[in-house]
């Protein structure tokens, strides 16, 4: 009769399998979530994978600042920034500016908040899709005037971006049409925002030092007032608006850059 243990080492039944490494599924999730990259593509925000929300920013922005470079080699500023946000906006979905979109248009065609949250996460309407169009157009315009400072911007836009999602979800109520207070995302506590945090502004102060200071308070500055807008509008947040915030906070920080950047 065989000895258990070889038929343990022989790959039967009483070995586990091994299992993927938790850190790796949830980058995968964090991927999913945020780019189109993932054949399983999952609703944000989920839990832990949240702290990983920043690094993809972070690759984002890495390959923004790539299809720049080559982009003004080839046909310079003007055709260059028209390729990043096209490419951005592949690689996410159109997510980001979608969800703006997607609250603007229905900000203005409702009155009441439970007609706004249908019209938040109902079907993409004629209007939605001329608000997308000129979202991205808007991109298109901060980054071609975008000179001295255009490296921080193609980078430093997505990350702040994507660590403002965590902002919003952590600890926030979810938005609901029937009144029920329920989070939004339970598995998002503060070990997953102060860890979003440590590698988004270590990132930030690192590299760009008082530019990174700046350019990190406005970002916080917008995603608190937007987290308390919303709480106090909506009485809590949905996947729509964090897509919303994620991109007012992209556009405003490359804005900031234009008016801060030398003549």
Do not use: N
């Not at 399998?17 to 944000?44: D, F, M, N, W, Y």
Request: charged letters at 15%; one cysteine or more.
């Amino acid at each position: 009769m065989s000895d258990p243990a070889e038929i343990s080492q022989a790959g039967s039944p009483l070995r586990p399998k091994e299992e993927s490494s938790p850190a790796l599924a949830e980058i995968g999730s964090a991927v999913g979530a945020l780019t189109i990259l993932c054949s399983a593509r999952r609703e944000h925000v989920t839990g832990s994978s949240a702290l990983f929300y920043p690094l993809i920013g972070l690759a984002l922005g890495v390959v923004s600042l790539a299809i720049d470079y080559v982009g003004r080699l080839a046909a310079g500023r003007l055709l260059a920034s028209v390729a990043v946000v096209l490419v951005a906006a592949v690689l996410t979905g159109g997510r980001p500016a979608l969800g703006l979109s997607r609250m603007l248009i229905a900000g203005l065609t409702s009155r009441r908040r439970d007609t706004f949250l249908e019209r938040l996460d109902g079907p993409v309407t004629p209007p939605m899709r001329a608000a997308f169009a000129f979202v991205l157009l808007a991109e298109m315009i901060c980054l071609s005037v975008l000179v001295s400072s255009r490296p921080a911007g193609l980078v430093f836009a997505p990350l702040l971006g994507r660590w403002s999602m965590v902002v919003l979800a952590t600890g926030a109520r979810a938005a609901r049409s029937d009144g029920r207070r329920l989070k939004f995302a339970p598995g998002v506590t503060f070990r997953e925002f102060g860890w979003a945090s440590t590698i988004t502004f270590a990132v930030m102060f690192g590299t760009a030092e008082l530019l990174g200071v700046v350019l990190g308070v406005a970002a916080a500055v917008i995603s608190v007032a937007a987290r308390v807008s919303l709480h106090r509008w909506l009485d809590g947040v949905t996947t729509t608006t964090l897509d919303a915030v994620c991109e007012i906070v992209q556009l405003l920080t490359v804005l900031i850059l234009v008016v801060l950047q030398r003549p």
